[in-house]
């Protein structure tokens, strides 16, 4: 096993595996804390979360995902039957053991940029969530409001922390 | 002891002329005629009664029922009643039988409902029934692990980007996140000014919608599947309300 310490919260690069086998656009997942990284949902394994992911920490430092490794369950046995049942194995959590390597290094205005991209392949459920929020305040929204808000917090951000913070301040909720 | 009160014959009894007997005789045959007329005309309504029994939509036509050992559909007993589809339609045969067709078009229209019910339950269960594992929360964000209403467009319960309205357990309420956004809880909306609507006024486009009013909220925040609950359950239980009084009306005339 090869896993450095990582600086939380961390920032991970992946391409979802689509139904047909290609990747689809990049997109970014946080984690919190290494239990985040480690304890990953079977469904989302299946679409590609770490395979060949890379990961940015917190200290701006970029590592490559060699090899997941699949160690134990996080789900009970008996809820692991119960979502046999119905059809819902996609939610078993694996406990997972990570090859990670140090890659070349990044610059932050790189991952700035990045994230932003992933942001606007999202842009239909930053929209759905502020249809959302827009039910609540009685008016719908005009335009791509938070979506932009977001981008203009994250262009701001100097960590991967107050990136996540300042996306967190503007998602509809 | 009392004598006939007659020393000379010896307290022995005297013959009397009864002059009311040939009257009391009439009069006696007269009432015995009209009995046994009274007892040919119930025997004859118990006959024309027997297995046709008063449904939920009413009694049958008078003479148009088929003796009972003819019948093709009997009507359902109280328990029998009270099985989705089968007690409906079952009924529904017989006032068909009967010429109900009134009787006929309602319990048709129950076992409709039955039908819309169970079809909701299967596909619901196809789908994956309720999301056992979590995370529950409904909405989150693209960076973080996927929630509710994203595995409700995954499962097919709501097409891509769908308003999903809370009708039953509102999402500002108590209820846990793991019971208010599990499927049978969301209903999927015609748009956002639908959904809209629906919590209250919404101003789309420069234009302010009222909300719907309790009717029209009634309509339109509530799923197929409960429709079709609501008509199924008070159907059954009214239908074996009657059938009860009717397999009780049966044991009397046995008795």
Known sequence: MREPDLAYPALGFWKPLARDGRREGERFRGFASPVDLHQVSQGE???????????????????????????????????????????????????????LVEGPPITF????????????????????????????????????????????????AKTVQEMFDGMDAVWPR | MAGSGSYARGDQPRPVPDKLKGPYEEVVRRQQA????????????????????????????????PPSDRRK?????????????????????????????????VNAALAASDVVLAKAILTGLAKGGLKLAGPHAWRTAPWEEPGMRKWLGQQGFLKPGQPGHHWLLKQSSNAPDWLKNQPPFIKGTRGN??????????????????????????????????KAAYVSSAGHSGMAVGRAGADETELERRR
């Open chain 2, 34 to 65: 009209i009995n046994a007329q009274q007892a040919t005309s119930e025997a004859q309504r118990r006959a024309a009664a027997a297995g046709v029994p008063p449904t939920l939509s009413g009694p049958p036509m008078q003479g148009a029922q």
């Open chain 2, 193 to 226: 000014l639908d959904h809209g609507r629906m919590h209250g006024p919404y101003t789309q486009g420069g234009v302010r919608y009222p909300p719907y009013n309790p009717a029209e909220l009634l309509w339109h925040e509530t799923p197929q599947w409960a």
């Open chain 1, 45 to 99: 394994l299946a679409r590609g979360l770490l395979d060949g992911s890379e990961i940015v920490d917190n200290a701006g430092r970029r590592f490559l995902v060699q090899d997941v490794r699949r160690v134990g369950r996080k789900t009970p046995m008996w809820f692991q039957f119960l979502l046999a049942l119905f059809g819902q194995t996609d939610d078993v959590v694996h406990i997972l053991e990570l090859d």
């Open chain 2, 73 to 105: 559909f009997d009507h359902p007993g109280a328990l029998e009643s009270m099985i989705p589809i089968w007690g409906s339609g079952k009924e529904a045969l017989a006032d068909l039988e009967d010429r109900n067709y009134s009787g006929a078009a």
């Open chain 1, 109 to 156: 205005a790189e991952v700035r940029q990045r994230v932003c991209a992933a942001m606007d392949r999202d842009a239909d459920e930053w929209l759905e969530a502020e249809l959302e929020a827009a039910v609540e305040r009685g008016r719908a929204s005009e335009g791509r409001g938070p979506l932009e808000a977001a981008k203009s917090a994250v262009s701001e």
